[in-house]
Each structure stands twice: as structure tokens, then as C-alpha cells.
């Protein structure tokens, strides 16, 4: 006889099948239908030969996760202090905690990944098989998912989910985490109200996308800000906003919406500001083009330091075509990118804000000028003795540079005595 979980679980799929309930948009009613299951399941226990039931709060929890939620893994995305999930092969699952990864004792079956993929999958609109292996696809929660399948892995699907993490409500949070000191959350705050364009740098999980959105949260109300994304990540807090993900191909191999086409797309749309998510490929190009004539915008971009992603800056346009060279991209991002903001993670999983660098307008072959406004010395950002471009627009922001740096500059005096 199976086991009293079993029952109830097919009883509650059986009954979902002909309400005809979606458990994962109406979850509510889901825990109810579980909870009815289970007290009629008690009733008919007592006076049966029904397997007994056990801990029924355990149950109602598993039974519901199984239905509604993501099983085993459930508990993973219900633990805050789980930043990510990956799935190597089903014997293998991970989670990382504050940085650090660790593997679990959770066991799984290759049909249980495959059907879990397939739950994640299924309100996403994108598909995966032989001829799309991979796929990005965002879920309910704003978790991103990523898939691989054999054979481009050898033997399993990989699975990676990097989990929707509540965006911060500004720079001012930030600093509350030890992520910069005020002094610099004060003066970023000013450099994306007074519309400069920045750049965020870093490696993977360092915090590109959470600075990000908190420097969003900078934007003055006033301005219309369209987003492009390779999955929804971002959260605006602003009241005109237009956020746009890109798309796959179909299996005829037509209507594919790349990132490229976004950024074309968004300046169209009587934008005020453009922010890109992350910029990894030909789509770069678009992107200064777009900030050279006028319009403010931000981005993210892997890179090791702060140098390394202006240089990478000037690689990635070449990727757009032939007729793109150096002697044009590199005088255009020095004149287009005026900060670098970039961060890394500690030994302890702490992310932080490392370097501050302003870009100056100015390059001298296919060498950039910068110069550093905040540096990491000593375990902490400091004050240098760098200034940012276009200080008239801080004027005309309301910002004066002299007071917002001269104040970082007394701090680093104090702490340095």
C-alpha cells in the first residue's frame, strides 16, 4: 500500500485536475484544497486501514511544496539565506549561503530534475530541446533560471538558479549592509541624479545587479526610463517606466528579440534614461552610440577591476562588424562612460564596493584616463584625490562636488587618524 503522503498527494492532484487550479498562480487556494484533503484524510483514517498519517503540519507541507511549489527544492527557495541553487547531475545538488557553496543531502531521480524543469519552464514561454540546449527564463518568484541539457553537458541536465533576492530600496541600504560607506552612497546618489553615465563592474554574484537597483532608485521621478534585460531582473522604482526582456527563436528558428534590438528598440521610446542589465556582446556598440548623443543611461559588465571593464568596453563593439574599429570605440567610450563603479566579494562572501574610478573624456591611443574618486586601501573604501567629470551638472542638479567630496575627504582624514 503506499504511504499516507502518497495518498493524500493524489488525491490533491486528482481533485487540482478537476477544479481545474493553476497551484502556481493560485497558490491560496491550493493550501486550502491540500488542507481539506488532509482533514478528510484524518476522518476516513480512524475508522479504516489507511496508513497512519504521522506529523499532518509535515504533510500539508510537502504535499503542498510537491504541488505547488518546486519539491525537494522548496525548501531552498523558502530559506533567505540561500542565495542560489544548482543541480549538477541528481545525486549533486548545491546551494550557496552567504557566498559559500555547500552540498545538500537532497537526492534526486532524472525524471524528478526533468520534471522540475519543466515546471519551471511551463509560465515562461521558453522552451528547451536538441535544437535550443540552452535556456534563460525567469520564474514566478523573479528567480532566474538557467538550463543546460545533454549533450552539451555530458551525461545530466545542469540547472542553476539564482534566486530573486528583494531589491534593495536605494544606496542608503546599502550602507546599512556594509556594502559602501555613506560618503560614497552620497556621492553616487548625486552623480545619477545629475545624469552621468555609469558603469557597473564585477565578477559573477558580486552585486552588480542589486547596486544597480539601488542606483535606480536614485533617478529623479521626473524621468522616463526604459529597461532592457536578457531576463527580467531589474525593479524600477520610478512611476514611468518601461522594462523589455529579450526572446527566443521559435521552432521554425524565427522571431528572435536580442538585446541588440532592445537598445535600438528603447531609444524609440522617448526615453529620459536607458539602463541595460548587463552588456555582454555586439549590443555594446548600441549602448554608446546611445550615450554619446545625450541620453543618460547605466549598465552592468563582468570584468576584474575597474581598468579591465573599460577595456572591455572598447572590446565588445568590434564584436558588432568588421567595419567597427578601435581608433573609433575607444574615443567614444572615453567620452561617453563617466564612472566605473566597480565590486568584489571578500573572503567572507561580503560584498563590497572596491573602486570608485571617473573616466575623464580624455585617451591617449587605446589607453583610457581615469581617474580614481574612492579606492579599497586598508579593508575599506576610501577617498582619493580623483573628481568626476561634468561638475556643471551637479550645479544644475543641485549638488555641489566641492561639499559632497570635501566632506569624504575630512571622513578619510578622521579615520585615517
Known amino acids: 500500500m503506499p504511504s499516507a503522503q502518497a495518498i493524500v498527494e493524489g488525491e490533491v492532484r486528482e481533485l487540482v485536475r478537476r477544479r481545474q487550479l493553476d497551484p502556481v498562480l493560485e497558490p491560496e487556494a491550493t493550501r486550502r ?15 479504516s486501514a489507511l496508513p497512519p498519517l504521522g506529523d499532518a503540519e509535515a504533510t500539508a507541507r510537502t504535499v503542498f ?12 527557495f523558502d530559506d533567505r539565506a540561500v542565495e542560489e541553487i544548482w543541480i549538477n547531475e541528481p545525486g549533486r545538488v548545491f546551494v550557496a549561503r552567504h557566498g559559500r557553496s555547500e552540498l545538500t543531502t537532497v537526492i534526486l531521480t532524472s525524471g524528478e530534475v526533468a520534471d522540475l524543469v519543466e515546471r519551471m519552464l511551463r509560465l515562461s514561454g521558453r522552451r528547451l530541446d536538441l ?10 518568484d523573479g528567480s ?3 538550463v543546460v ?4 553537458t555530458r551525461r545530466h541536465m545542469a540547472v542553476n538558479i539564482r534566486k530573486f533576492v528583494i531589491s534593495v530600496a536605494g544606496l542608503g541600504e546599502l550602507v546599512r549592509l556594509g556594502s559602501l560607506p555613506e560618503p560614497a552612497a552620497r556621492f553616487l546618489e548625486a552623480s545619477v541624479a545629475a545624469g552621468l553615465n555609469v558603469l557597473v563592474s564585477g565578477g559573477t554574484q558580486a552585486g552588480k545587479t542589486t547596486l544597480l537597483n539601488a542606483l535606480c532608485a536614485a533617478i529623479p ?3 522616463r526610463v526604459i529597461t532592457a534585460e536578457e531576463v527580467f531582473e531589474l525593479q524600477v522604482p520610478l512611476p514611468d517606466v518601461v522594462s523589455m526582456q529579450t526572446r527566443q527563436p521559435n521552432l521554425e528558428g524565427t522571431g528572435e528579440i536580442s538585446l541588440r534590438r532592445l537598445v535600438k528598440e528603447a531609444l524609440r521610446m522617448r526615453p529620459n534614461r536607458i539602463v541595460v542589465g548587463e552588456v555582454r556582446q555586439e549590443e555594446c556598440l548600441d549602448l554608446l552610440i546611445a550615450l554619446n548623443s545625450g541620453l543618460p543611461g547605466m549598465c552592468t559588465l563582468h570584468a ?10 572598447c572590446t565588445l563593439p568590434l564584436l558588432a562588424g568588421e567595419n567597427v574599429s578601435a581608433a573609433f570605440v575607444v574615443p567614444t567610450v572615453a567620452a561617453s562612460v563617466d564612472l566605473v563603479v566597480h565590486l568584489g566579494t571578500d573572503s567572507r562572501g561580503q560584498r563590497r564596493v572596491r573602486e570608485i574610478v571617473a573616466v575623464t573624456g580624455r585617451a591617449e591611443g587605446e589607453v583610457i584616463e581615469t581617474s580614481e574618486i574612492f579606492g579599497y586601501r586598508q579593508g575599506q573604501l576610501r577617498r582619493s584625490n580623483g573628481y568626476p567629470p561634468h561638475a556643471e551638472r551637479y550645479e544644475q542638479a543641485g549638488y555641489h562636488l566641492s561639499e559632497l567630496l570635501g566632506q569624504a575627504d ?4 578622521a579615520a585615517g587618524a
Do not use: C, W
Not at 504541488?67 to 527544492?73: E, I, N, Q, R
Not at 541539457?149 to 552539451?152: A, D, G, Y
Not at 576584474?304 to 568596453?313: C, D, G, H, Q, Y
Not at 575630512?410 to 582624514?413: E, I, L, Q
Open 33 to 47: 484544497l491540500v488542507d481539506e484533503v488532509l482533514l478528510d484524510y484524518l476522518d476516513r483514517a480512524a475508522v
Open 65 to 76: 511544496d510537491q504541488v505547488a511549489g518546486f519539491g525537494p527544492l522548496q525548501p531552498f
Open 131 to 140: 535544437s535550443v540546449p540552452f535556456v534563460d527564463a525567469q520564474l514566478p
Open 144 to 146: 532566474r533560471l538557467h
Open 149 to 152: 541539457i545533454p549533450s552539451i
Open 221 to 223: 521621478a521626473t524621468e
Open 304 to 313: 576584474n577591476s575597474a581598468r579591465e571593464a573599460l577595456v572591455k568596453m
Open 410 to 413: 575630512r571622513t578619510a582624514s
